[in-house]
T-cell receptor, first 114, second 115 residues
Framework: DQQVKQNSPSLSVQEGRISILNCDYTNSMFDYFLWYKKYPAEGPTFLISISSIKDKNEDGRFTVFLNKSAKHLSLHIVPSQPGDSAVYFCAASAGQWDFNKFYFGSGTKLNVKP | KAGVTQTPRYLIKTRGQQVTLSCSPISGHRSVSWYQQTPGQGLQFLFEYFSETQRNKGNFPGRFSGRQFSNSRSEMNVSTLELGDSALYLC??????????????FGSGTRLTVV
């Protein structure tokens, strides 16, 4: 039973436009969320996090939004750049009782076209 | 500073054999977690170690085991290999013992192929 879902396996965006990657979760105990990006033949790279006490967190071109009532989070990349082309994973954790155990979505492959 | 180092990068084993994978975390990181990545199942949590103690475990059979040494380096072992164990095994380290605000840092993984 997948507790974190990324329903869009791929997304194509023009350079300079906004990329919006979505993630849904089912476990209401999740209170900490991360986004990672992954290039082929490399391990995932941490991008941005958000805890359940917030509904938004920004870091440069990356913003993560959390809608707890809908159990939904999204990653916005503005403006998108060709170097952003990668697979993006969202991950969720259920708090201090689940030390460093994260549930990952299946990933969304982002292609930013020049 | 050096990142998370996983060795070997690639490994081919025969069904029924056992394998040991190694992970050296970032200096100062005390928590090490292991994940299995397969095309069908995505990234799945195997276990997490902190100060040489396993604190958390995923839903994998007992053939999958691990340990952590006093220098925080970690190994995972898979015994009686099955074809389905073919996967990318990722190790991740983090600084804090509980809540992490920086996210894991992942290694590049060990690609295990079982034939």
């Amino acid at each position: 039973d997948q507790q974190v879902k990324q329903n869009s396996p791929s997304l194509s965006v023009q350079e300079g436009r906004i990329s919006i990657l979505n993630c849904d979760y089912t476990n209401s105990m999740f209170d900490y969320f991360l986004w990672y990006k992954k290039y082929p033949a490399e391990g995932p790279t941490f991008l941005i996090s958000i805890s359940s006490i917030k509904d938004k967190n920004e870091d440069g071109r990356f913003t993560v939004f959390l809608n707890k009532s809908a159990k939904h989070l999204s990653l916005h990349i503005v403006p998108s750049q060709p170097g952003d082309s990668a697979v993006y994973f969202c991950a969720a954790s259920a708090g201090q009782w689940d030390f460093n155990k994260f549930y990952f979505g299946s990933g969304t492959k982002l292609n930013v076209k020049p | 500073k050096a990142g998370v180092t996983q060795t070997p990068r690639y490994l081919i084993k025969t069904r029924g054999q056992q394998v040991t994978l190694s992970c050296s975390p970032i200096s100062g990181h005390r928590s090490v977690s292991w994940y299995q990545q397969t095309p069908g199942q995505g990234l799945q949590f195997l276990f997490e170690y902190f100060s040489e103690t396993q604190r958390n475990k995923g839903n994998f059979p007992g053939r999958f085991s691990g340990r952590q040494f006093s220098n925080s380096r970690s190994e995972m072992n898979v015994s009686t290999l099955e074809l389905g164990d073919s996967a990318l095994y990722l190790c991740a380290s983090s600084l804090a013992g509980d809540r992490i605000d920086y996210g894991y840092t992942f290694g590049s993984g060990t690609r295990l192929t079982v034939v």
